[in-house]
């Protein structure tokens, strides 16, 4: 980013250099010289606009592809939170439901059984 002030401060500078320049010649009614300094003035401001112009649009795709950074990796995070959620609920319904099944098996077999069953599974 500095680079490119930099830059656009030297371009800036030739530009007022250039200016002075055709000030210069405008004084001694060279017409020769006035077509050269206008020639050079306007490629010079071609320049400048094209610089400008550059390292605005790299900044707005900078930007942008920050702002497609952030919204994948908010993407991402809910995702993965969403997974955790769901198999933390399959597996608590899992655990729910085969402690059920084994307290109803077990209480039929044997009743001791059962509650050690139960501890273990928790």
Known sequence: ???????????????????LLLFCCCCCWCCC??????????VADVVVVVVVVIIVA???VVFVLRL???VVAV??????????????VL???????????????DDVVVGGVTV??????I
């Open 68 to 70: 497609v950074l952030v």
């Open 75 to 88: 993407v991402v995070v809910v995702v993965v939170v969403c997974v955790l959620v769901l198999v933390f």
């Open 33 to 42: 010289c006035d077509f050269i300094i206008v020639v050079v003035l306007v």
């Open 58 to 60: 790299v900044f707005v």
């Open 91 to 105: 597996v608590f319904v899992f655990v729910i439901v085969f402690v059920i099944v084994l307290v109803l098996v």
């Open 116 to 121: 050690a069953a139960v501890v273990v599974v």
């Open 1 to 19: 980013m500095l680079v490119c002030l930099f830059v656009c401060l030297l371009l800036m500078l030739l530009l007022l250099l250039l200016l």
